[in-house]
Nanobody, 125 residues
């Protein structure tokens, strides 16, 4: 049974930092594309960042320069380091993974096969 479990969310003041973790189990995702999405109350889920199986990365314009995605293949885990947080970053953050190995990444929800349960990030002004 494939599972993705996010952790590391919490309440921080604007300008602060958090590191989110996504631990995968049930299979190895070390060579698969993985991504982070977020959903604020009353809004659609949106792409935040992605990383391919060979380490290529991409960021939404709203977070580029502030967030960094990385992975630890030995731990089957992907991370999202979030710095200089803003109130508009407040959302539930979801981890997602592609089913197969590949060189590409995608900003589209439908590209991803597995999803975590989400972790809440709240940034106060």
């Amino acid at each position: 049974q494939v599972q993705l479990v996010e952790s590391g969310g919490g309440l921080v003041q604007a300008g602060g930092s958090l590191r989110l973790s996504c631990a995968a189990s049930g299979r190895t995702f070390s060579t698969n594309t993985m991504g982070w999405f977020r959903q604020a109350p009353g809004k659609e889920r949106e792409f935040v960042s992605g990383i391919s199986g060979i380490g290529n990365t991409y960021y939404a314009d709203s977070v580029r320069g502030r967030f960094t995605i990385s992975r630890d293949n030995a731990k089957n885990t992907v991370y999202l380091q979030m710095n200089s947080l803003k109130p508009e970053d407040t959302a539930v953050y979801y981890c997602a993974a592609d089913n197969s190995s590949g060189l590409r990444l995608s900003v589209l929800e439908r590209y991803y096969d597995y999803w975590g349960q989400g972790t809440q990030v709240t940034v106060s002004s």
